[in-house]
């Protein structure tokens, strides 16, 4: 067991590590980064000023090599020359290059060498440049776009807390809430009840979050706010002042209530739509387990219906529901990026998209490492669980 | 490992039977008229269609016949356990002079796993994985017997033990799949057997086991219903577990009981046609015989079963112009000598 | 249960995968009684000949900007030419109309390339390491894992950041550049078409795996069967077998993820444009103008409807007929 998890852990750092270089190569030689951007601010004035550009390229590491930045973003090294023994070794490595030309490197010994840039960056000049800590220490670097130079964990931190409720609560009400009408209408195939769930949950997985929401703000803000009834907030967590709801009170602002006003929508339209795929398969896993000879023993054995159900039943209608779980964890900290998007919400999904659509890069790829992460310990932590619900299964 | 000699047990309760043959109070299970269909989309199947059957205290009664003839439909419909798109459409089955049909789920609950038990085919899959087998029989206890957990687990290990599992107590905390097949058909044994049926219907209990477990199966079965006096209704295709086990014998075709005796005139005597082809198909070790006999054609489609007699389009024990009859007419089951029916034409008076 | 329904005559089982003249006379009597499917079947054929008399039925130039005041209400008159602005205007004062035809063509034409293309190379992958099994088979499943155990939505959103937003970064040759463009009619000048085309590649990379994973399943199920020993016998060839004897019996189950994936890629196209990493403003799509319509929701509320309603009636639609098509193949899919 100990071994297993072990060597799984293994093989989710190796992958991390992979993605997180893929991830990070892609994005830093993708265009729209701080550089273009000071570019466009100063085209319409003057040519871009050589000073500030080079600023900002030593500001950003974006005059390194690519792997020297890689390792300077995930473990915080290297900082300039390698002390070994009081004595600094490598001081003039070359590790970048701050202006592409050519020019002569004349060696004390008198030999000179051609090389492809104009100014050279050698490990010595590293010393006391910015850096991170790494993302091996949590830290992700500081953000170039959305909040200048603001650490992008702090930036996560904030952001974590309105993730995590909605994805929560709407994923916690959409299980709650799947496992009995699954269950029943297993139970009872081909009934109304079955018919009317099993269309509701098409309809529900087959309407994008994206017209769901839109559609919730339309009748639950606009018209019911136009018609003078209870209406529901149009976006974000909490309200800016206290507001007066017809027929219910005033909400005061940043109050539960004011939280739990805000939540209702969000969390209706991830609800609606999650729901659908966690009915239908609790009522197809139900449906096959009710077909197995061991219901027919249990019914057999004199229990009665409902024990044969909650009890015999649905214990294995629910093993392969663990490998959902593995899904979820993800989620819970990702976000649902269109709704959040949607609703204004203040979320972790609404930040990524916002750091792509700035380029704001550091942010992006916090986010994505995360989620990799997180994807890659639910697939784990689903194996654990598997072990633990179904004792057929044993770890090797 | 079970030492009764089982013919000289078997001659005698036959013997003691026959004295109180007559007694109504004696019945254990009467089944009357039963027919139960199955409402497909491509129409109604009739998997069990008119059958008549009688189980006396203690008695060992055994029905055979092919695949698909409506044996297992039949102790399924006992039990009330037929599912949709099955359904009870006709009959009676009185159980202890109470008929079962008219009893509301939950008393017939009380009487599942309690005076009736059932014993399946495929004994791995019918247990259930997640479970301990302490806690399957456990179950039962607690349900019928009202045995808290402790008492029913140490009840179920005196019930492993009784059904010649092993080193009860370790194997208790076992689950299905860390069993054999054997055992597991002893666990499901042991487990029908925990509240003492009046009536266990055993339905191919050892079809699905390896030759020598199946003996093994079988003569704990024996042994237990000496020592218990439970009524057995023993399911089978196999006409050798019959002879082994039973008193009187049902033979079952295409959903209708077509011949009924006591196990010693059905195969000194067969009367049916197809109880005759049945016979024939047995080989008999140490005996050459040139070839087998088969009874020719398949099981009829129940969908659309024949018009008249079910065998009839498989039958070739007579020619002419008395088949015709056969074509047109179902025939009753008749007795045609004393405690021996058959459903054929050939036998009118 | 399952003893007792075992026991039923072939004839209550499936029918599909059963070779006949009436196969698919049993087929299309299924599938038309599936009512929603057919009622989708409808809609949807209606919104694809719309879409494909755009430039027929549209009364005003695709981009042409202010032609009336901004957001006009459906059905105001332009003050120019006295034509009906039959869903009013958008928030440059475009047709909106005219937008949305335009945007069905390309929407749709975008969702029918990205599954269809991902179907055929899921299905040669699929089959591939299904058949041939060994190296290739590793290498398909050590990919098909891969995807599987990465984030796969915010990796697609990084990717099409990149790439979609600034589509020069992929080199195209022209007469695939053109061949999009005419489909989708789509500016020549501009990197209006690269953009369309990279949004359909993007897509495809993420959308094949469903199609392979199916299709290896299917084969290796296939290929051990006596059948396919005797043609092998016979001297048939890998493609051939391939060709006769397992696409026919993958068939069902593809049609009916084909389908499922066109409501996907349409999704993912919506999202994708909403979102702002898609297709970008002036190409109309229904995502983009979605986005805006949101914008100025609050002042205008009938906006949104305008994109939201086709988006949603083609995503149903689409999930409605692969579970019609479901029911109709292979009765024993159902779920």
Not at chain 1, 293 to 310: N, P, S
Not at chain 2, 199 to 223: G, K, N, S, Y
Request: charged share 20%; glycine share 8%.
């Amino acid at each position: 067991m100990l071994n297993y998890l072990i060597r799984r852990f293994v093989v989710i750092v190796i992958m991390a590590f992979i993605i997180s270089f893929a991830s990070f190569v892609l994005l830093y030689s993708a265009p729209g980064g701080p550089l273009e951007q000071l570019a466009s601010l100063q085209s319409t004035t003057r040519r871009p000023d050589p000073d500030e550009v080079e600023r900002i390229m030593k500001r950003y590491d974006l005059d390194l090599d690519i792997g020297v930045r890689f390792l300077r973003w995930l473990i915080g090294h290297p900082r300039g020359a390698i002390m070994i023994n009081g004595q600094e070794i490598a001081q003039n490595f070359q590790v970048g290059c701050l202006k592409p030309g050519k020019a002569q490197l004349v060696y004390p010994d008198g030999r000179v060498e051609e090389i492809n840039c104009a100014k050279p960056v050698y490990l010595r000049d590293l010393d006391g440049r910015p850096v991170s800590n790494g993302v091996i220490a949590l830290d992700f670097g500081r953000s170039q776009q959305l909040a200048r130079e603001r650490p992008v964990s702090q930036l996560i931190n904030t952001r974590l807390g309105p993730t995590l409720l909605l994805m929560g609560v709407s994923t916690f009400l959409a299980i709650a809430i799947a496992i009995p009408i699954g269950v029943y209408s297993a139970v009872r195939q081909y009934s109304r009840f079955d018919y009317f769930f099993t269309t509701l949950a098409f309809f529900g997985s087959g309407m994008p979050t994206l017209f769901t929401g839109v559609m919730g703000i339309l009748i639950f803000a606009l018209i019911f706010k136009d018609l003078g009834l209870p209406y529901l907030p149009a976006g974000l967590a909490t309200s800016n002042r206290d507001v007066v709801i017809p027929l219910f009170g005033q909400i005061e602002s940043g109050s539960v209530a004011d939280r739990i006003w805000h939540l209702i929508l969000p969390v209706g339209v991830l609800t609606f739509f999650s729901l659908a795929g966690w009915t239908r398969f609790i009522r197809s896993s139900m449906l096959e387990v009710l077909r197995q000879d061991y219901v027919r023993t249990a019914r057999a054995k004199g229990l009665i219906e409902r024990v044969v159900i909650m009890k015999h039943a649905l214990r294995n209608a629910l093993i392969p529901f663990v490998t959902l779980l593995a899904g979820v964890l993800p989620t819970l900290f990702g976000g649902a990026i269109i709704t959040e998007s949607v609703f204004s919400w203040p979320g972790i999904g609404k930040l990524f998209i916002n750091s792509l659509t700035a380029s704001d890069y550091p942010v992006a790829i916090a986010y994505l490492l995360i989620s990799t992460f997180l994807t890659l310990v639910g697939f784990l932590v689903s194996d654990v669980l598997y072990t633990i619900v179904d004792p057929r299964i044993r770890m090797s | 490992m079970s030492s009764v000699a089982p013919a000289a047990a078997k001659g005698a309760r036959v013997a003691g039977k026959a004295n109180a043959g007559s007694d109504r109070s004696d019945l254990m299970l009467d089944v009357q008229g039963l027919k139960t269909y199955f409402y497909t989309e491509d129409g109604v199947v009739k998997a069990v269609d008119g059958v008549d059957l009688k189980v006396k205290r203690g008695e060992t009664v055994g029905i055979v016949g092919e695949s698909g003839c409506g044996k297992s439909v039949t102790s399924l419909s006992i039990m009330r356990l037929v599912g949709a798109p099955g359904k009870i459409v006709e009959g009676r089955i009185i159980f202890d002079g109470t008929n079962l049909l008219e009893l509301p789920e939950k008393e017939m609950t009380q009487i599942r796993g309690n005076r009736i038990s059932m014993v399946f085919q495929q004994p791995t899959t019918c247990l259930n994985p997640v479970f301990k087998i302490g806690d399957q029989i456990a179950e039962v206890l607690n349900i019928h017997q009202s045995l808290g957990k402790e008492a029913g687990w140490k009840r179920a290990i005196e019930l492993l033990r009784m059904v010649g599992i092993p080193e009860p107590q370790k194997r208790v905390h076992a689950y299905p799949h860390e069993i054999s097949g054997g055992q597991a058909q002893r666990v499901m044994i042991a487990m029908a057997l925990a509240c003492a049926p009046e009536l266990l219907i055993a339905d191919e209990p050892t079809t699905a086991l390896d030759v020598t477990i199946q003996a093994q199966i079988l003569d704990l079965m024996r042994d237990l219903r000496d020592k218990t006096g439970t009524s057995i209704m023993l399911i089978t295709h196999d006409l050798g577990v019959i002879a082994e086990m039973c008193e009187r014998v049902v033979v079952m075709y295409a959903g209708q009981v077509v011949e009924e005796a006591d196990v010693y005139t059905l195969f000194a005597r067969p009367l049916h046609p197809y109880t005759q082809g049945l016979i024939g198909s047995i080989p008999v070790l140490g005996k050459v015989r040139e070839h087998l006999d088969v009874i020719p054609g398949t099981v009829p489609n129940l969908l659309n079963p024949p018009p008249g007699c079910r065998f009839e389009p498989r039958c070739q024990a007579c020619q002419g112009a008395a088949r015709e009859r056969c074509k047109v007419e179902t025939p009753p089951l008749r007795e045609v000598e004393p405690n021996h029916w058959v459903r054929c034409w050939m036998y009118e008076k | 249960m399952a003893s007792t329904t075992a026991d039923l005559p072939a004839a209550s089982r499936g029918i599909a995968l059963r070779k006949s003249e009436g196969q698919w006379t049993i087929v299309l009597r299924r599938f038309r009684r599936h009512r929603l499917a057919m009622i989708s079947l409808f809609v949807l054929v209606l919104i694809f000949v719309a879409s494909l008399m755009a430039p027929i039925l549209a009364p005003f130039p695709r981009d042409a900007t202010g032609l009336a005041p901004r957001f006009s209400p459906p059905l105001t008159t332009n003050p120019q030419t006295g034509t009906l602005h039959i869903l009013g205007t958008d928030h440059v004062g475009r047709d909106f109309f005219t937008r949305l035809l335009y945007a069905a063509r390309i929407t749709l034409s975008v969702a029918f390339s990205v599954a269809t293309a991902a179907t055929l190379i899921g299905m040669t992958l699929g089959a591939l390491a299904g058949y041939f099994r060994g190296i290739v088979d590793s290498i398909v499943m050590r990919v098909l894992e891969f995807m599987a155990s990465i984030p796969d939505f915010p990796i697609l959103l990084i990717i099409a950041s990149i790439l979609i937003t600034d589509p020069k970064l992929l080199p195209y040759p022209p007469f695939v550049l053109d061949l999009i463009g005419n489909l989708m009619l789509l500016n020549s000048v501009g990197t209006e078409r690269a953009q369309v085309l990279t949004m359909i590649v993007v897509l495809t990379l993420f959308g094949w795996t469903g199609a392979a994973r199916l299709m290896r399943g299917m084969v290796l199920s296939v290929r051990e069967r006596d059948f396919i020993e005797s043609a092998r016998s016979l001297g048939a060839n890998n493609v051939r077998i391939i060709l006769r004897h397992v696409v026919p019996n993958a068939f069902p189950p593809l049609v009916v993820a084909y389908t499922l994936s066109l409501a996907g890629a349409l999704t993912a196209e919506t999202a994708l444009s909403f979102l702002g990493v898609g297709i970008t403003d002036p190409t109309p799509t229904w995502g983009n103008m979605l986005q805006f319509a949101t914008n100025f929701m609050l002042t205008n509320p009938w906006v949104p409807l305008i994109p939201g309603i086709p988006v949603v009636l083609c995503s149903l639609g689409f999930n409605f007929i692969g579970d019609g098509l479901r029911d109709a193949l292979d009765p024993r899919l159902k779920m």
